[in-house]
């Protein structure tokens, strides 16, 4: 069983950058693909960006595209967001996930493993 633990999350202001970590324990990270998504005060989790199991392939929201960048390091276990350019929309708790199926399959399943959170906040 993959376990998640998200860090990085804090309060920066409008227009600065932040950079998310998720740590996966178990033997079969290399296995599953990873991704974030979020969730806004009062809005429906929305999906962020993730990555495939290979790292070879990478997708993101249109929100995303252009500011943020998933990367995943199998040494570490590790995926990371990196979000730049951040805008008070970006204000959400970020939950890192992960599953076996490949990204592009993931609107048609309940997704395996997801960590508990990390809140980001960004002020004007």
């Known amino acids: 069983q993959v376990q998640l633990v998200e860090s990085g999350g804090g309060l920066v202001q409008a227009g600065d950058s932040l950079r998310l970590s998720c740590e996966a324990s178990?033997?079969?990270?290399?296995?599953?693909?990873m991704g974030w998504f979020r969730q806004a005060p009062g809005k429906e989790r929305e999906f962020v960006a993730a990555i495939s199991s290979s790292g070879g392939d990478t997708y993101y929201a249109d929100s995303a595209q252009g500011r943020f960048s998933i990367s995943r390091d199998s040494a570490k276990n590790t995926v990371s967001l990196q979000m730049n350019s951040l805008n008070i929309d970006d204000t959400a708790v970020y939950y890192c996930?992960?599953?076996?199926?490949?990204?592009?399959?993931?609107?048609?399943?309940?997704?395996?493993?997801w960590g508990q959170g990390t809140q980001v906040i960004v002020s004007l």
């Open positions: 178990g033997h079969i990270f290399n296995d599953y693909a």
């Open positions: 996930v992960a599953d076996p199926y490949r990204p592009d399959a993931w609107k048609y399943r309940t997704l395996e493993v």
